[in-house]
C-alpha cells in the first residue's frame, strides 16, 4: 500500500502555530536545571500553604539522587514512586531522572496485588512511599512477594506543611499519620524520608551519561483492561518534547508566555498518572510555573478555585467530571470575574460536553480545549485549537505528530478522509473512513517492558521508516480535517451485524439536558449479538422526575434504529478511574 500521508488537517490549522519545533535532546534532569537557571527564585511548589523556590527544589533534588547513588541506585535501576501529589513526589521523581534511574509510579489507590504486580515486573529496588500508604495497602503483608524490593523509605503528610499547621494538624488528627514506623521487615530496610535527604549531603552525583532518546525515564503502566497492565517505557525525551508541544500549542494561540517564570499550573489530578505528570508536572516545570499541589480534589469543590485564585493559577489539566462539578456548585458562581490569571485549561480522559465548556469558560474566562493521547504517547497527540473549536472532536495533531486512520481489520490500508458534513452518523460507507488511529512522532513510547510481542504489534514500521503506534482507538478525519474518537476497539458493539460505537451514542444522549453522565455498553443477546445498554445518572434538579421510559422514548425518536438503546438504567453514580474516566469494564 501506499504509505503517503495527506495532512487533512493543514486546511484548518491555527497558523500560529509552528508545524515543526526544535527541541533539545536533554534529560527531565537538565530540564528542571534549565527552568532553575531561568528563574531561581520563583516559586516552584505550592502545598497546602508550604512554599519551595526553583533553586530550593533543585537542591533538594541533588540530596535524593546522591543519597539514592549512596544506597546503591545505578542508571537503569527502578524505584517505585507510591506518593499522592505532595512536594515528595515532585523531589523523587526528578531525583530519579538526574541520576539515570527509572521511575515507576504507583496510583495511590492501588493495592498489595496490584503494587507487587507492578514491582515484581519492572523489578523495582527501592519504594518510596507515604506512610499512611503503607499501612493501609502493605503493612503486614508478606514482602517476601516482592523479592526485587531491598528498602523502603516512608514520608509523611506533615513533612511539607508549615510547622505550625502540621504540628495543629497532627495533634487534632486531621493531618493523617501512621504512628509507628518499622525499621525491618524480613529482607526490607526501612529509612525516614528526611534522614534519606540528610544523608544526600554533601552533594555527589555520579557521573552518569545518559541518552535522552534512548534510555527509559518513567514505566507507566497501564490500566490493565486486557489482561495485567503493561509498563510503557517512556524516554526523557518523550516527555521533554510532548512538554515542549503542550507549550508551544498554547503560547501561540493564548499567548501564555507573559505567565512563565510568575504563574501556576495546578496539579489536582493524581501526579502518578501520565495525564498529569506529563502536563501539570513536566510541563508546568519547563514553563517556570509554581506547581499549585492539591493531595486530593477538594470535598467543596469551590475550594479548588479559592486556591488557585489566590496562587494566580495561569494553566492547568483536569478531566471533564472536574469542570463539570465546577459549573454545577453554587458556591463556584461567586468566582465568576475573579480568575483573572487564568488563561488556559486542558480537559482529557473523556469526551468533553459541550454545555460544559461553555459553562466553564464563562465563569472563569479562561479557554478550554480537548486533548486526545494515552500512556503510549506521553499522552498528547492531538489537541482542539483554540479558536477555531469544532464540537465531538478532538482537533489536529499537535507539532511534529502525524495520525493516519487505516483499516481495522489489519491495519494495512490507510483510510480517506470523511467527505461528510457532520461526521456524527458517516452514513451507509462510514466503513470507509471510520478504523483504527495510528500515530507517529517524537512523543511515542519506546515499547512496553518485557513484552516484545505487544511491542510488535503496537508499534509497525511503514516502507518510509516511520514508526506508528496502533492505539486501538476508533476513529476518523472529517471534511475540515479534524479527528473524531468514535471509541476503543474492544468497545465496539456489534448489533444485528451493525458497528456501534459506544461514545457515539454517549454523544447523542448526552444532549438531553438532565443527563449528568452515561455510559453504554453491549450486553450479550442470542438474537442480535449484542444489545445495547446505557446506563445514566442525571442532574440533581432531574432526579426522581426523569423515568427510564423517557429517556428511551427520547433515544428511540432521535437515534438510528440500529443504535439507539434497547435498555436503559438509570443508576446514582456511574463507576469512574482515578482521573475521571468511566470505566465501561466495571458497567459489563
Known sequence: MSDEINEYWMQNWPEEVPRHIDVPEISLGQMLRNTVKAYPDSQAIFFEGFRMTYKELDMAVDQFATALSKMGIKKGDVVVIDLPNTPQYIIVYYAICRIGAISNPVIPLNRFVEIAHQVNDSKGKIMVILDVLYEEHLHGKDLSKIPTLKDIILTGVAEYLPKIKAKLGTALGKVPRMKEWPTKVGNVNFHKFQDVLQNGLPINLPDVKINPKEDVSTLIYTGGTTGLPKGCMMSHYNFVVNAEQAKMWAQTQVETESTYGKGGMFAILPLAHEFALSVALNLGIISGYKIILFIQPPTKISTFLKVIKKEGAAFG????????????????????????????????????????????????????????????????????????????????????????????????????????????????????????????????????????????????????????????????????????????????????????????????????????????????????????????????????????????????????????????????????????????????
Open 317 to 588: 489539566p483536569g478531566v471533564p467530571t472536574l469542570w463539570q462539578k465546577i459549573t454545577l456548585d453554587k458556591d463556584c458562581a461567586k468566582f465568576k470575574d475573579q480568575l483573572t490569571d487564568l488563561v488556559a485549561c486542558l480537559s482529557g480522559a473523556a469526551p468533553l460536553p459541550l454545555e460544559v465548556k461553555k459553562g466553564f469558560e464563562a465563569l472563569t474566562g479562561a479557554l478550554i480545549i480537548e486533548g486526545f493521547g494515552m500512556s503510549e504517547t506521553s499522552p498528547i497527540i492531538t489537541a482542539t485549537p483554540f479558536h477555531k473549536y469544532k464540537e465531538n472532536t478532538v482537533g489536529f495533531p499537535v507539532s511534529d505528530t502525524l495520525i493516519k486512520i487505516v483499516d481495522s481489520e489489519d491495519g494495512t490500508k490507510i483510510l480517506p478522509q470523511c467527505p461528510n458534513e457532520s461526521c456524527e452518523n458517516c452514513g451507509a460507507n462510514e466503513a470507509q473512513y471510520i478504523g483504527e488511529i495510528c500515530a507517529n512522532g517524537p512523543q511515542v513510547f519506546l515499547g512496553y517492558m518485557n513484552r516484545p510481542e505487544a511491542t510488535e504489534y503496537a508499534l509497525r514500521k511503514d516502507s518510509k521508516g516511520r514508526t506508528w503506534y496502533h492505539t486501538a482507538d476508533i476513529g476518523c478525519i472529517d471534511k475540515d480535517g479534524y479527528l473524531h474518537i468514535k471509541d476503543r476497539k474492544r468497545d465496539m458493539i456489534k448489533y444485528k451485524g451493525h458497528s456501534v460505537f459506544p461514545r457515539e451514542v454517549e454523544d447523542l444522549l448526552y444532549q438531553l439536558e438532565y443527563v449528568n453522565e452515561v455510559g453504554v455498553i453491549g450486553v450479550p443477546d442470542p438474537e442480535v449479538g449484542e444489545n445495547i445498554k446505557a446506563y445514566i445518572s442525571l442532574k440533581p434538579e432531574f432526579q426522581g422526575k426523569v423515568t427510564e421510559e423517557d429517556i428511551s422514548k427520547w433515544a428511540k425518536e432521535n437515534i438510528s434504529a440500529y443504535k439507539y438503546p434497547r435498555i436503559i438504567e438509570i443508576i446514582p453514580d456511574l463507576p469512574k478511574s482515578v482521573v475521571g474516566k468511566i470505566l465501561r469494564r466495571e458497567l459489563r
